[in-house]
């Protein structure tokens, strides 16, 4: 069995809040007894891209567990790779994506960077698919493959993220269709947790840490914001089984 601890949107600041909430959801993970397979942040990980939050933030995602990161909107490509990643930008190229591949016992993840650069909405680069095309070529049939990324490419019904939602999405699609063995798509982004489907697979998004999302039906007039900041942090867990059928889990923290 395989256990994967998928977690979005920290957001990580240099307020009490943001630490504590990110913490309480780390120190929960340290204290499962078991080893999990892999720790996944899909992104917005430093709330204004400081280096000073991306050095709480390497503090805080300290773990005995493997713990893979990729950028979302929030995030600086460069900042990132240098304080979490500890590698340098390519040279000529500081806004090169930021994509990481984990090869497990048994799976692989994935991680694509769908950021852009001063933009809100997410696009996987043409230089991404091709990496992503290239770690499924080289992973054999029998071996599910998790992709995962900042930005859900399909519309969630909640207005406010699906305008700032990943986009050119048909291209990934059409990527998926050559590789089987891709099992399902992982997302953070909409603070939410949700379940839905994308190019034939399950897509499912993680909850937000720092805040939760009101759906629109939850929402009485316009005058209540979008953001609820008093709901306990969540996280999911995504189980492949030995028959490699998916499920996934959903746990919410005390702070």
């Known amino acids: 069995m395989i ?7 920290i957001h990580v600041d240099e307020e009490q809040r943001s630490i504590a909430r990110t913490r309480a959801v780390m120190e929960y993970l340290e204290g499962v007894p078991y080893d999990l397979d892999a720790v996944l942040v899909t992104g917005d990980i430093a709330d ?35 304080a979490l ?10 806004d090169a994506p930021v994509n990481q591949v984990h090869r497990g016992d048994g799976f692989v993840v994935a991680l694509c960077d769908s950021s852009v ?6 696009f ?4 991404t698919l091709e990496w992503l095309d290239d770690v499924l070529t080289g992973t054999p049939r029998d071996v599910p493959v998790l992709v995962g990324f ?61 805040s939760a999302l009101r759906l629109p039906w ?3 007039g316009r005058s209540v914001p979008h953001i609820h900041l008093d709901l306990p942090p969540a996280l999911a867990f995504h189980v492949l089984d030995d028959q490699g059928r998916l499920t996934t889990h959903f746990r919410t923290v005390p702070v």
């Open 3 to 9: 256990v994967i601890a998928h977690v979005s949107d």
């Open 48 to 82: 204004h891209a400081l280096p000073a939050e991306y050095d709480i933030v390497r503090e805080l995602l300290l773990s005995r567990h493997p713990v893979l990161v990729c950028p979302g909107n929030h995030d600086d490509r460069g900042a990132l790779r240098r």
């Open 85 to 94: 990643l500890g590698a340098e930008e390519e040279a000529g190229r500081p």
């Open 117 to 122: 650069p001063g933009k809100d909405e997410g």
């Open 124 to 127: 996987l680069e043409d230089e």
């Open 150 to 210: 900042h930005h859900p490419p399909v519309p969630l019904n909640t207005p406010y993220v699906d305008e700032i939602r990943q986009f050119g999405e048909e291209r990934l699609a059409a990527l998926a269709s050559r590789h089987p063995h891709l099992t399902a798509f992982l997302a953070g982004h909409a603070h939410t947790a949700a379940a839905t489907t994308f190019a034939g697979r399950p897509l499912l998004v993680a909850p937000g840490v720092v």
């Open 218 to 220: 939850e929402q009485p």
